[in-house]
């Protein structure tokens, strides 16, 4: 029994040693509440902490990561989505609870539902189908998020049966959900692209980071057609620094929410490891600079894995990159909503190239970006047209499309990021050189 006593308090101890400490501080800046947190190198633990930050729909304006041998150093100056630093203490005490909690592992799980995973190719009208298959199946669609980007489409939706309330646990009736919805994503006839559905009652998961991950194992990052150009607005450069056995990772591109966490994401389902790293926006740019290596400590070794690299990387800011009018609809769930409008939709030409859905007390709140057929900004007459037939006050315009620079600004913009890159490197290099950061070999 002494024994046993012993081994409980050495096992608290390793416990308090390993969780990691957070310190929440309003004082030390002007512009932004600084949240540092202190903890045990773990794979996945910046991934973590990132996205609580970032579910709770705050702004990383910069951060500092920096990891010395078995422990890491985070920094991360967040504000609110109008700029203004937190002074919400529910908001504080819940970042402080929930980042200590990742040690434990714990997750968010959406009971009560059935998870449907699906990927296939892209087309107008896709998303009407599939609401309409899954209205005529009886599903009543709960929450759901959907992503499209090089022509493929990827979505996570939670369901449950609209008579009784219940997850849709018969398997004839799940098999026939996957079928139909099968019969639907290959509509195109594509062999080469055949769509694949799951569905599943294990609803414990990240949605965002799901959507992450069926998109990579999708391949969405090479399905680039050739006569589609890269983004002028996302720049991502790799580059080996041999003296310390790292792969340098810059990200230059249009500020948004989330971003940190996207990029975050791919690279840790890649399964690189982040050393160190610096984030900066100023103004609507950011530039992110990464200093990686494999699980097993090594660096990039071919060209063909850095142009990977660079190809998922840039898939992954695209993905969430916004794309059209934002439209939210909000009204009072029902049976056949999401079929009805997303119909709507379909019948005056619009095509939806992101969508969110969610449903609390019987209120559907539901986000869609929407583009014409040729995917170019909406006429505002259309966009008027399709408000007033599914309800002015119920369907309203969030969010017009930022307006893109000027094609002759390229050339200037693209050596600006180029000067960023090379001194965000410069002065990571000069930090170890004088000792100031350590290295983890």
Same mark, same amino acid.
């Given at each position: 029994?002494?024994?046993?006593?012993?081994?409980?308090?050495?096992?608290?101890?390793?416990?308090?040693?390993?969780?990691?400490? /957070?310190?929440?501080?309003?004082?030390?800046?002007?512009?932004?509440?600084?949240?540092?947190?202190?903890?045990?190198?773990?794979?996945?633990?910046?991934?973590?902490?990132?996205?609580?930050?970032?579910?709770?729909?705050?702004?990383?304006?910069?951060?500092?990561?920096?990891?010395?041998?078995?422990?890491?150093?985070?920094? =991360?100056?967040?504000?609110?989505?109008?700029?203004?630093?937190?002074?919400?203490?529910?908001? !504080?005490?819940?970042?402080?609870?929930?980042?200590?909690?990742?040690?434990?592992?714990?997750?968010? &799980?959406?009971?009560?539902?059935?998870?449907?995973?699906? *990927?296939?190719?892209?087309?107008?009208? !896709?998303?009407?189908?599939?609401?309409?298959?899954?209205? $005529?199946?009886?599903?009543?669609?709960?929450?759901?998020?959907?992503?499209?980007?090089?022509? %493929? /489409?990827?979505?996570?939706?939670?369901?449950?049966?609209?008579?009784?309330?219940?997850?849709?646990?018969?398997?004839?009736?799940?098999?026939?959900?996957?079928?139909?919805?099968?019969?639907?994503?290959?509509?195109?006839?594509?062999?080469?692209?055949?769509?694949?559905?799951?569905?599943?009652?294990?609803?414990?998961?990240?949605?965002?980071?799901?959507?992450?991950?069926?998109?990579?194992?999708?391949?969405?990052?090479?399905?680039?057609?050739?006569?589609?150009?890269?983004?002028?607005?996302?720049?991502?450069?790799?580059?080996?620094?041999?003296?310390?056995?790292?792969?340098?990772?810059?990200?230059?591109?249009?500020?948004?929410?989330? !971003?940190? =966490?996207?990029?975050?994401?791919?690279?840790?389902?890649?399964?690189?490891?982040?050393?160190?790293? *610096?984030?900066?926006?100023?103004? $609507?740019?950011?530039?992110?600079? =990464?200093?990686?290596?494999?699980?097993?400590?090594?660096?990039?070794?071919? &060209?063909?894995?850095?142009?990977?690299?660079?190809?998922?990387?840039?898939?992954?800011?695209?993905?969430?990159?916004?794309?059209?009018?934002?439209?939210?609809?909000?009204?009072?769930?029902?049976?056949?909503?999401?079929?009805?409008?997303?119909?709507?939709? %379909?019948?005056?030409?619009?095509?939806?190239?992101?969508?969110?859905?969610?449903?609390?007390?019987?209120?559907?709140?539901?986000?869609?970006?929407?583009?014409?057929?040729?995917?170019?900004?909406?006429?505002?007459?259309?966009?008027?047209? /399709?408000?007033?037939?599914?309800?002015?006050?119920? !369907?309203?315009?969030?969010?017009?499309?930022? /307006?893109?620079?000027?094609?002759?600004?390229?050339?200037?913009?693209?050596?600006?990021?180029?000067?960023?890159?090379?001194?965000?490197?410069?002065?990571?290099?000069?930090?170890?050189?004088?000792?100031?950061?350590?290295?983890?070999?």
């Amino acid at each position: 029994m002494a024994m046993k006593g012993y081994l409980d308090e050495y096992e608290k101890l390793v416990i308090r040693m390993n969780t990691p400490r /957070v310190v929440i501080d309003n004082g030390v800046c002007s512009s932004a509440t600084i949240v540092k947190v202190d903890s045990a190198r773990r794979n996945g633990i910046l991934l973590e902490a990132v996205q609580i930050l970032t579910d709770l729909n705050l702004s990383i304006k910069k951060a500092y990561i920096s990891s010395d041998g078995r422990w890491n150093m985070d920094v =991360f100056h967040v504000t609110d989505l109008n700029g203004n630093k937190l002074n919400d203490q529910s908001v !504080l005490r819940y970042i402080e609870q929930s980042i200590e909690k990742v040690y434990y592992g714990e997750n968010i &799980e959406v009971n009560g539902l059935t998870a449907l995973e699906l *990927t296939g190719t892209d087309r107008i009208g !896709l998303l009407s189908e599939m609401f309409a298959v899954l209205s $005529d199946l009886n599903c009543d669609v709960v929450d759901a998020k959907l992503w499209t980007h090089n022509g %493929r /489409v990827a979505s996570v939706i939670y369901l449950r049966d609209c008579s009784s309330g219940l997850p849709i646990l018969d398997s004839q009736r799940v098999s026939k959900i996957e079928g139909r919805l099968k019969n639907v994503l290959n509509g195109d006839n594509d062999v080469n692209s055949a769509a694949k559905t799951c569905v599943s009652v294990d609803s414990m998961m990240h949605i965002e980071r799901r959507l992450h991950q069926l998109m990579f194992e999708d391949r969405d990052y090479e399905k680039r057609s050739k006569t589609q150009e890269r983004s002028p607005m996302v720049v991502v450069t790799v580059q080996n620094w041999a003296e310390k056995g790292y792969s340098v990772v810059n990200v230059h591109c249009r500020d948004r929410t989330k !971003l940190l =966490f996207d990029v975050v994401c791919t690279l840790t389902d890649m399964e690189y490891a982040v050393f160190h790293a *610096t984030i900066n926006t100023a103004d $609507d740019q950011a530039h992110l600079e =990464f200093y990686i290596r494999h699980k097993d400590g090594s660096p990039i070794s071919s &060209e063909a894995e850095r142009q990977r690299v660079i190809q998922c990387l840039e898939a992954a800011v695209e993905r969430r990159a916004l794309e059209g009018v934002r439209l939210e609809l909000r009204h009072p769930d029902k049976q056949g909503l999401l079929a009805e409008v997303t119909r709507t939709f %379909r019948e005056n030409g619009l095509n939806v190239t992101r969508t969110e859905i969610s449903t609390s007390s019987d209120m559907a709140t539901n986000i869609f970006y929407v583009t014409d057929a040729n995917g170019d900004e909406p006429d505002s007459k259309l966009i008027e047209s /399709v408000r007033e037939k599914i309800g002015l006050e119920c !369907l309203r315009v969030k969010e017009m499309p930022t /307006v893109n620079h000027k094609k002759g600004d390229g050339e200037e913009q693209q050596q600006t990021k180029a000067v960023l890159v090379s001194l965000g490197s410069l002065v990571w290099r000069n930090l170890f050189n004088f000792g100031l950061i350590k290295s983890c070999s």
